[in-house]
């Protein structure tokens, strides 16, 4: 089977293996993007001015000293492989034969609570993200996993041990992401009992999305892996591999981060916006990938509010995390992309 047949059919003739497409159209590259070189944190020692500045003046930053076995990221990454690797109809009903709550996406980064796309706007349809990947809702992974076809037992084996390493990875990123946020707090002046912090930061709403990037024809400039976004979690923690193409924007420039290895890299997201009442903010990032030839894949986890926790700031109106979701799954389906926070300003109509 080629690479090609892998991925969903609508990224196939831009990838044609790596060889250019007679098709294809050359798209100039006018501005070459800089590298930045974005703030360390160490996580064995935060340092309260160091993580005060990379939330003020970034909303992004890289973590050393973390802790997650490198063992079980490169296992991780190899089984991740392997899984999307799988023909692309193969993929479509992976998890549905096994009875998981996982679930694999393609063309957009845009999902509802379940893992499905959502559907965009007519005029936004042709609007496709060269990334396809896996959900994973943490808090509903099964004990193990069931399957209902006898005769594959290997394919059963392979995501048995997806189930493990992912459900591994998501208890250290967890307790990496509630530390942040307590650190994160403290900065801002906010001392939170245990319940107010799980109002804000409730690790049941964790999830893992793990992304594949396709190879592009060599022709075709470089291409944008996924739009330009920003996060509606609190806290979003990347591993990216090795080929990068994560971008930020930064003074209105935009700038490549490029990958260090056994680092992750962790940005704030609209909630922690909201929270911080300004103070901190939710970085612009997309993906935009530079090396034509290589795949690109990343595991990222995003963790949100309680649903019904109201956040409370002098720029947005009072909102609860679950009329943000709706709000912006609205936009997203009628207006074909995220508005996000000004939705939520004091002069701003909601849509819904």
């Not at 089984?79 to 109809?89: D, G, K, R, T, V």
């Not at 594949?212 to 591999?241: C, F, N, Q, W």
Request: overall charge negative; hydrophobic content about 35%.
């Amino acid at each position: 089977m080629s690479i090609s047949e892998s991925y969903p059919p609508a990224f196939r003739c831009a990838i044609n293996d790596g060889i250019p497409s007679a098709t294809a159209e050359i798209e100039p590259v006018l501005v070459q993007d800089k590298d930045i070189d974005i703030p360390v944190i160490d996580f064995e020692g935060l340092d309260k001015e160091i993580l005060t500045e990379a939330c003020r003046d970034w909303g992004i930053f890289r973590l050393k000293n973390h802790g997650v076995p490198l063992a079980l990221t490169s296992q991780l990454q190899e089984i991740s492989e392997s899984l999307l690797s799988l023909p692309f109809e193969n993929k479509q009903k992976l998890f549905a034969a096994v009875n998981s709550p996982l679930a694999y996406f393609w063309g957009t980064p845009a999902l509802n609570r379940s893992g499905d796309a959502l559907k965009r706007g007519a005029h936004q349809a042709s609007n496709v993200s060269k990334v396809e990947g896996f959900n994973v809702p943490l808090s509903k992974l099964p004990a193990s996993t069931s399957c209902d076809d006898d005769d594959d037992d290997a394919r059963h084996s392979e995501l048995e041990s997806f189930r493990v390493l992912i459900k591994e990875y998501g208890r250290h990123i967890a307790r990496i992401a509630v530390t942040l946020f307590e650190a994160i707090a403290l900065t801002l002046n906010l001392e939170l009992s245990s319940d107010q912090r799980s109002e804000y930061l409730l690790e049941s709403t964790g999830l893992i999305r793990v992304y594949r990037y396709p190879p592009s024809d060599k022709t075709a400039g470089e291409a944008l892996g996924m739009e330009v976004h920003t996060d509606s979690s609190v806290i979003s923690v990347l591993k990216e591999d090795e080929t990068g193409g994560l971008e930020i924007m930064k003074d209105e420039e935009w700038f490549r981060v490029k990958p260090v290895a056994d680092t992750l890299i962790v940005n704030l997201g609209d909630m922690m916006q909201a929270i911080s009442d300004n103070e901190y903010k939710s970085v612009k990032h997309r993906v935009k990938k530079k090396d034509m030839t290589t795949q690109r894949h990343s595991v990222c986890y995003f963790v949100f509010p309680q649903r019904d926790c109201v956040i409370k700031s002098s720029n947005y109106k009072p909102f609860t995390y679950s009329e943000f979701e709706a709000q912006v799954q609205a936009d997203v389906q009628s207006l074909g992309t995220k508005i996000g926070l000004p939705r939520f300003a004091p002069e701003s109509p909601l849509f819904l």
